[in-house]
């Protein structure tokens, strides 16, 4: 795993005082970057292309060709051109030096993917230098990670392929990262149970790792009769001499795309599939999608299917810049199906890999409704403090940059400037929780916005609630706005992403695009000042979230894709 904030941080802190313009070979993380940029850390940064860069000021300029090393750069005197994420071999070439000298760069600094310089040099002199003499080893750019699954898959050939007999047909393998707390992990395990439940497939669940907090499903989906299994660190496959000659050929001639790591990766989740032997795989997020879609694909299982979860994976930390790629060699190779879990997300996939809108199918995700715990909202409130006659603002969420709990803190804030009656609960876990907490306790708040941690179930948690707020930057498909409209609680949101995909505009719940503390403030006490308009409004989602995104419906789907990926193969 590439860690792009130490490597882009340390190259900044390397480039000093002077506008640092970033440019890298691969695609890197947009909420990174724009980090950057919001801390005065970076001036601007080249955009894979024009049509993301000609009409927008804030880019430093884009790439015209990546592999050849043709830049576009906008003016910038006396600025540093940072070029991060390549390797030792690699050097950069006329094009980029002759292009930043034309618009008054002064230098260029080159760093690996740890963040170690490589190069620090004065561009005009480095340009007399490479006109007198020839600089040896590969220019920045021409090592691209298409050529390296190329690669990959000419080196490897026949070694980890099955026999088509050797596959059980009526069986599907689920591979997911584990089996945490977390969104995709929890439709992973409904889908598996679902499908054991059905009868029509046999599940078996490989996992990256199953150790606390990745074993939060595990006992539930083994309780229902399903196989689990961990991917095995090292394999006998890897011992394989094709295998390990492979290895040693992509460390040697991509040591920059660190190939040989994913391939290493690539051969465990194949030596996984081997064992099972199962004629449909389906591949949960993207570093199953792509690394073990490609295994799947190495080791000839007839159906092959993918399941984004969100947004496309160039705008999470998480990113990997070999992703793009490997979903493009993946689909070059076999008619894969392709899924995801809201139109918005599907939208975001096929603009980042270029691919047609009809290529990705969207399954919107399915729970098991249980009635209400009628005394939960009693016991959860004395629990907390709060009054059982007062109205009550809740969220559930985890306390990241991109779910923005300051923001949910600041609408809180102005409501209660409002009508001090509102009381505010808002559950969950993260990095940023410790200092939302000291964020409320300065707006001496701490008895009007109680901040409690980690909750479980969900179901107990919304049964203390009035109304439910969600105000991610980005999201997939909130499973969490489809459970708070199940436990019949109008939403208020941000409505990016998915969002809109979950609730009814107006009937159950409101999207506010403008995301300030003062309209989402609005919009929740339009709600809760109505009594009227609050119980038509809970009855609705209710009824909503049941008739829309029951279990069956997305059983019935899924199984649908796998006998498609199935027919495509």
Known sequence: MIDFVRMLGRGLEFCGDKPVILATPYDVPERIARDLKRENRLHAIIADNVEHAKTDPEFGGWW????????????????????????????????????AKLKGFDNFVTTDFAGN???????AAAIDQRLDTPVTGTRVGVRQYTDAFDEMYELLGQALRLRPGDFVQDR?????????????ERQASLTAIGLKAAGTYEPVMICNYLKAPGDFFLQQVIDAGVTVTEVNPLPEELKLPQVTTAIAILNERYSALRMGDVLHEVVRYA???????????????DYCSVLGGVAANLVGIPAIVTGGRSVAPNRFNLFQPYMKDGYLALAKRK???????????????????GLPRDRIRVIQNGFE????NEHARVEKRTELGIDLSAKVVGSILRFSEEKRPRLLIDMARNIHSRNPDVRFIFFGDGPLLQGERKYVES???ADVIKLPGYIDPARDALAAMDVFALVSRMEGLPNVLIEAQAAGLPIVCTGVGGMNETFEPGVTGFAVKSATPEDLGERVLEILEDDARLASMSSAARLQAISHFGMARMINDTVDAYRQSARAG
């Open 64 to 99: 015209v060709d990546r592999r050849n090393g043709r830049i576009f750069l906008r003016r910038n005197p006396g600025g540093t051109l940072l070029i991060a994420g390549v390797g030792s071999d690699e050097v950069v070439g006329a094009n980029i030096l002759l292009e």
């Open 117 to 123: 310089p490589i190069e620090d040099l004065n561009i």
């Open 172 to 184: 599907v393998a689920l591979v997911i990262g584990g089996l945490g707390p977390g969104g995709a």
């Open 271 to 285: 030596a996984s599939l081997r064992q099972q032997r199962p004629a449909t795989v389906h591949l949960w997020m």
């Open 335 to 353: 008619r894969i199906t392709m899924l995801n879990n809201s139109h918005a997300g599907a939208d975001d996939y096929c603009a980042f890999l």
């Open 369 to 372: 409704f249980s009635e209400p």
């Open 443 to 445: 707006l001496q708040l």
